[in-house]
Antibody, heavy 122, light 111 residues
Framework: QLQLQESGPGLVKPSETLSLTCTVS??????????WGWIRQPPGKGLEWIGN???????YYNPSLKGRITISVDSSKNQFSLRLSSVTAADTAVYYC??????????????WGQGTLVTVSS | QSVLTQPPSVSGAPGQRVSISCTGS?????????VHWYQQLPGTAPKLLIY???NRPSGVPDRFSGSRSGTSASLAISGLQAEDEADYYC???????????FGTGTKVTVL
């Protein structure tokens, strides 16, 4: 059964870099037809797509966050990672990783990790 | 960045049918990009409910159904049950923003 698990610091200081890793178990991250994505949800608010990566290393980022995001993949560890620089309080959110099913009409996300709360505060 | 609009809340008695709308524009749903739906139970991660406008993943009850028409989509829940109380989000792709977008979310309350 495919499972995803986020890990990383729960507290980050303003202006510093948020770093999270998603560990995939039950399937290879090198599978074709799938991307691996990050989505976040500020407390009490809706969902925002951050970006994704293909096992080859091709990335697609949300233009609103571009310049601050880096998503990378480590196929040997079956992991992919998110780095978000110059964080502010507005980046406080639950961060989810998810498998993105590539589709001509629009990718969808399934399954999701359980999520990890990252708080930006001094 | 929510370009897909949903009603904040809908409610219904057990056994009733409720519907949640997802209104987009010519750069997302109206451009024939598929709509997907997620259920988020309190304190948990979203779960895929409907993909490709009308398809249910294995394990999702057939009480849940999706449709798309023009620049909108809808999720219907028939035979409402207490366990359906959750937040529901639609999702698609927007070609103007070049981003996957989620709806504003709808809280379903079972009376």
């Amino acid at each position: 059964q495919l499972q995803l698990q986020e890990s990383g610091p729960g507290l980050v200081k303003p202006s510093e870099t948020l770093s999270l890793t998603c560990t995939v178990s039950g399937a290879s991250i090198s599978s074709s037809s799938y991307y691996w994505g990050w989505i976040r949800q500020p407390p009490g608010k809706g969902l925002e797509w951050i970006g994704n990566i293909y096992y080859s290393g091709n990335t697609y980022y949300n233009p609103s966050l571009k310049g601050r995001i880096t998503i990378s993949v480590d196929s040997s560890k079956n992991q992919f990672s998110l780095r978000l620089s110059s964080v502010t309080a507005a980046d406080t959110a639950v961060y989810y990783c998810a498998r993105e099913r590539a589709a001509a009409g629009s990718n969808w996300f399934d399954p999701w990790g359980q999520g990890t709360l990252v708080t930006v505060s001094s | 960045q929510s370009v897909l609009t949903q009603p904040p809340s809908v409610s219904g008695a057990p056994g009733q049918r409720v519907s949640i709308s997802c209104t987009g524009s010519s750069s997302n749903i109206g451009a024939y990009y598929d709509v997907h739906w997620y259920q988020q139970l309190p304190g948990t991660a979203p779960k895929l409910l409907i993909y490709g406008n009308t398809n249910r993943p294995s394990g999702v009850p057939d009480r849940f159904s999706g449709s798309r028409s023009g620049t909108s989509a809808s999720l219907a829940i028939s035979g409402l049950q207490a366990e359906d109380e959750a937040d529901y989000y639609c999702q698609s792709y927007d070609s103007s923003l070049s981003v996957y977008v989620f709806g504003t979310g709808t809280k379903v309350t079972v009376l």
